[in-house]
């Protein structure tokens, strides 16, 4: 029985990561409709484009983070970085160049930034979950 009881705390606080994790994604998607929805201006939409093409190059051209948290001489890996690089720039930079040319409110503006910055978070915490379940698993 005390066996049993050795994994739960590990089950309950992985639990509450995802939780958190679809928390903050949740409330990315929402920030993101939201700027469209309460500007009645679907223009911001764009920015979806690039968060679909976000995490193509790693799914395409990397087989694990540990590859592009390190310098390589892999052109594909080089290749991965530059393209990932220029899709998050891209996120930001389509709701500033909509904004400079008057085409969204800084409103839109914010929450689109913020809704980016979530995202990001949330990528951030989703990595940090999987390095941690690899230290796990060796225990």
Same mark, same amino acid.
């Given at each position: %029985? ?9 089950? =309950? ?9 679809? !928390? ?5 998607? *929402?920030?993101?409709?939201?700027? #469209? ?6 223009? @911001? ?6 968060? *679909?093409?976000?995490?193509? @190059?790693?799914?395409? $051209? ?9 310098? &390589? ?13 220029? &899709?998050? !720039?891209?996120?930001?930079?389509? @709701? ?22 979530? $995202?990001?978070?949330?990528? %951030? =915490? #989703? ?10 698993? $060796?225990?």
């Amino acid at each position: %029985m005390m066996a049993d009881l050795q994994g739960y705390p590990s089950t =309950c606080l992985h639990t509450g990561e995802l939780a958190l994790l679809a !928390i903050l994604v949740s409330g990315g998607i *929402v920030l993101q409709i939201l700027a #469209c929805a309460l500007y009645n201006n679907w223009w @911001p939409m764009l920015t979806v484009i690039m968060y *679909v093409l976000l995490p193509m @190059p790693l799914l395409f $051209f990397t087989g694990s983070y540990a590859s592009l948290l390190s310098e &390589s001489d892999n052109g594909w890996v080089n290749a991965t970085k530059f393209l990932t690089g220029a &899709s998050a !720039i891209g996120s930001i930079a389509i @709701p500033a160049i909509l904004k400079h040319a008057g085409i969204i409110g800084w409103g839109a503006l914010a929450m689109e930034l913020s809704s980016y910055f979530i $995202f990001v978070l949330a990528i %951030m =915490c #989703c990595i940090r979950m999987n390095d941690d379940d690899d230290y796990y698993r $060796f225990l």
